[in-house]
């Protein structure tokens, strides 16, 4: 391992909007952090502006959103916009919950890093987290 | 999936059988296993509808009466949702249960910057009366048993249901809702929370005192194992907890002076049904054992209707898969199996595609014909218990009882459900099972069909038919908004609201004021923002 990948990578996960189903965040959460990361959990019902404020105070390297009411598309065009404001580039986005196959390339478009769908395995989240991690 | 753990041999032949809950299961059972348990019929069974009540509630079971079937349904606009109830009722269903969108089930009204993108999304949007005046338009409501899905403002809808009931001509002794009001079970398993739990647990008794002096065909509290399951508690944990959640709001309504007779027997309960078939029967024949010795000898109840375990069973949600997604509709019906078997007073199951969308008309429908195929055609309405006095179950069920206790005798160290929530200890637990549940999937140590077994690798994409979602909601919603604040008596709202907040200051019962307030058209959100200032929110503890 490179001087690089000492620093353990910081995952901010987080439960926007009103959604209140927590069981997926909090499963991948303790996933995240067996894998050795450090995983901050925001709770639920967090409004975007308290994410990102959240996100800076931690100095995340990923956001990890976990939605499962359908509003992935609303939220996530939210996100990425207010990070922008911010001049968060180096900040990435992963969003997992119950995500429609046809949208996955839709929330790429929107400037989501990685999608992963309900039912995607542990290592696969793992390693797609440090992937996107390792591209800041 | 928290289904068994099996250990096999080389030549596939099962060793070793260990339930969710953590019990055995011997490969034969026989008379000396009911002598070694001391099974007593008298005082383990009794005959149906004999105390405990272990083989159901009712003498005749479902000869009497099948189980009603109800659905979870709403989305979009009242009127989209008015249409679907009255395809469900016209299709033989005999209960409706309400869906109510995010912003509606957190006190936010359509028109909060706060909700844009979730008004409608997965539910009914309700902002004022005039909401429920179009869903349950043409709906008979003296015939017709209304579930209503909504926890943290149930208080706020109950008054809503008695308003709009009253506007069609019904009279308030008629009607029967259910709503779900059940907070403890929101802070552990669905998040639906606003207040913090002392004040959140005085509302529910609020609900519950009215209910038994105005309501009396409505069950003011539908206590969840069920999201508790779902969030991963096994099923001994299901119970135990839903037990120790009735006993928190019990304790409020008694402290207000009133014998456990006067209330208890208007609870319900709502339980889930995945996972191994004889864990289920078993734990749904010992909880309403439990359920009856609670209620008999803590509280006193003496009217044997206080200790009827009444409930919902189905559902399944954790059960199903994304994976090949029919395979979901073979796996409700052997959920149905279950809950008919175990005695259900109502059955309703998630739909197939419920990892994908909100349910289309079909696949609701599917769910539907489902609960009337085991119903008319596979023989359950035969005869009550019909699983009774086998050597396996018998002894199964008195097994998962004595891990029930176990579940309880955690909570009650605590001091109570209330505390072992504010303190986050039950989310805790239930987080770190629902891991380990999670990995024993993913290394195959749980077997799921099409998901670790028989897996099919070259089936990317699902074709299944997705529910849209149609943003213009927002705005029909919005405009009816605005309209109904246009039209109502300003001086009346305002009133009513400065009334509303003087009873929950003083410890008033609020459902009069909430009444009044519905009747003026106050919207969700001004009677929610009332109790948000009075008892502020919660604040959720660290578990991870």
Request: aromatic share 8%; net charge negative; proline share 4%.
């Amino acid at each position: 391992m490179g001087t690089g990948s000492d620093r353990k990578i910081r995952v901010l996960v987080a439960k926007p909007g009103l959604d209140g189903h927590d069981r997926g965040a909090k499963v991948v959460a303790q996933a995240l952090k067996e894998a050795g990361m450090e995983v901050i959990y925001t709770g639920l019902h967090q409004t975007i502006d308290q994410i990102i404020q959240t996100a800076l105070q931690e100095g995340v390297d990923v956001i990890g959103l976990s939605i499962l009411s359908g509003a992935h598309l609303p939220i996530c065009e939210e996100l990425i916009k207010k990070m922008k404001e911010k001049g968060m580039d180096d900040v990435k986005v992963a969003v997992g919950g119950v995500i429609p196959n046809r949208d996955v390339e839709k929330l790429k478009a929107l400037g989501v890093d990685a999608v992963f769908p309900g039912g995607t395995p542990f290592d696969m989240i793992v390693e797609g987290i440090r992937e996107i991690a390792e591209k800041r | 999936m928290g289904v068994a753990y099996y250990t096999k041999d080389e030549k596939d032949r099962v060793l070793e059988v260990t339930y969710q809950s953590g019990l055995k299961v011997k490969p034969v059972y026989g008379p000396e296993d009911l002598k070694e348990i001391g099974f007593d019929y008298e005082k383990d069974l009794g005959d149906p509808g004999q105390y405990p009540y272990t083989r159901g509630i009712h003498p005749q079971g479902y000869r009497t009466r099948a189980w009603t079937t109800r659905q979870y349904t709403g989305f979009g606009t009242p009127a989209e949702t008015n249409e679907r109830f009255k395809l469900m009722i016209a299709h033989g269903q005999t209960g409706l249960n309400v869906a109510f969108d995010l912003p509606t089930q957190m006190g936010y009204d359509s028109d909060n910057p706060r909700v844009a993108g979730e008004v409608g999304r997965v539910g009914m949007a309700v902002d004022t009366l005039r909401d429920f005046e179009i869903a349950f338009k043409d709906i008979p409501l003296d015939k017709i048993g209304v579930g209503l899905t909504i926890n943290a403002v149930a208080s706020i809808m109950l008054a809503m249901f008695q308003a709009v009931a009253e506007k069609y001509g019904y009279k308030k002794e008629q009607i029967s809702a259910t709503p779900q009001n059940d907070i403890l079970k929101e802070i552990i398993g669905r998040g639906m929370w606003i207040f913090p739990v002392r004040p959140s647990i005085r509302l529910i008794g609020d609900t519950i005192e009215y209910s038994m002096n105005e309501l009396p065909r409505c069950n003011p509290v539908s206590i969840c194992g069920y999201h508790i399951r779902e969030s991963g508690a096994t099923p001994a944990q299901e119970i135990g907890f839903a037990i120790q959640i009735a006993n928190a709001y019990i304790d409020n309504v008694l402290e207000r002076g009133y014998h456990i007779d006067d209330f208890v027997r208007r609870f319900s309960f709502n339980f889930n049904v995945f996972g191994n078939l004889w864990e289920q029967v078993a734990k749904f024949r010992a909880g309403r054992k439990l359920w009856a010795k609670n209620v008999k000898e803590k509280y006193g109840a003496e009217n044997p209707k206080s200790m009827f375990l009444r409930g919902l069973f189905g559902g399944g949600g954790y059960g199903l898969t994304k994976k090949e997604p029919e395979n979901n509709i073979v796996r409700g019906a052997f959920y149905a199996l279950a809950a008919a078997l175990s005695g259900a007073q109502t059955i309703a199951l998630c739909s197939y595609d419920e990892a994908y969308t909100i349910p289309t008309p079909h696949s609701a429908l599917l769910s539907l014909r489902t609960l009337q195929i085991v119903m008319e055609e596979v023989g359950l309405r035969d005869t009550v218990d019909p699983l009774a006095g086998s050597y396996f179950i018998e002894t199964l069920t008195k097994q998962m009882e004595e891990k029930i206790v176990e579940e309880m005798e955690r909570i009650e160290k605590m001091g109570g459900m209330a505390e072992a929530v504010e303190q986050g200890f039950v989310q805790k637990l239930v987080a770190q099972q629902a891991y380990q549940f999670e990995k024993d999937l993913q290394t195959g140590k749980l077997k799921k069909v099409g998901v670790n077994l028989y897996a099919d690798e070259s089936k990317k994409e699902e074709d299944v038919e997705l529910h849209e979602y149609d943003p213009s909601v927002i705005d029909q919603q919005i405009e009816r908004l605005k309209e109904v604040k246009r039209e109502r008596n300003d001086k009346d709202v305002s009133n009513a609201l400065k009334d509303l907040k003087k009873a929950a200051e003083e410890g008033k019962n609020v459902m009069p004021y909430l009444v009044t307030a519905v009747k003026a058209y106050a919207t969700v959100q001004e009677m929610t923002d009332v109790f948000r200032e009075v008892f502020g929110e919660f604040n959720e503890p660290r578990i991870i």
